[in-house]
């Protein structure tokens, strides 16, 4: 696929193999990363409602290894984003103590909110936890698709598509949410 990245100041918009995407970032690290959309114009109103971060004159090196490990992982590739350096400039302790936790978890591999509340040091405090989630920056990166509702349920998810995008996430990355077929099925009958 040929890169049609288009990098303004400080943002990329880039397709990838399930649709635009684009980031944001600052001297810092990663400021904003907004999930696929069918076109580049959304991402790109998307970016520019959450601008503000200083102006940069050229791409670091980190981001071009980003874009090049995003359009992997839209692809089906195994990608591991813990060392994306990330700017969380003014979030609060709280919120930064639940993205810390979320971005222990390795690719297929999910919590609930209550767990990650626990891991985070915020026992009983699941829906704050949802809370904080929504309001994450970086989905993919701090990844927010990999937290569950109590029973194994899907749970909320504040991106375009909403919990079908989720859904569709944990599906890439081997996770299935939700009872199992009933076993006729796969019989045929």
């Not at 399930?18 to 998307?46: H, K, N, Y």
Request: overall charge neutral; aromatic content about 8%; glycine content about 12%.
């Amino acid at each position: 696929m040929e890169d049609t990245s288009q990098a303004f100041a400080n943002h990329a918009v880039f397709e990838t193999m399930i649709g635009f995407m684009g980031i944001a970032w600052s001297e810092a690290g990663l400021t904003r990363l907004c999930l696929p959309q069918r076109s580049r114009d959304a991402v790109e109103r998307r970016l520019l409602r959450h601008a503000g971060n200083a102006a940069s004159s050229a791409r670091p090196q980190w981001v071009t290894d980003l874009i090049a490990s995003i359009k992997a992982y839209a692809a089906g590739e195994d990608v591991d984003f813990s060392g994306v350096p990330v700017d969380l400039t003014g979030v609060d302790d709280f919120r930064l103590a639940i993205y810390d936790a979320a971005r222990k978890l390795a690719y297929g591999e999910t919590t609930t909110y209550g767990e990650l509340a626990r891991r985070a040091g915020h026992a009983g405090l699941a829906r704050e936890t949802g809370a904080a989630l929504g309001a994450n920056p970086v989905p993919l990166v701090i990844p927010c698709h990999r937290i569950l509702a109590a029973g194994g349920k899907i749970g909320g998810f504040s991106a375009p598509g909403g919990s079908t995008t989720k859904e569709k996430m944990l599906a890439m990355e081997g996770v299935r949410v939700g009872p199992p077929p009933p076993a006729q099925v796969s019989f045929g009958f």
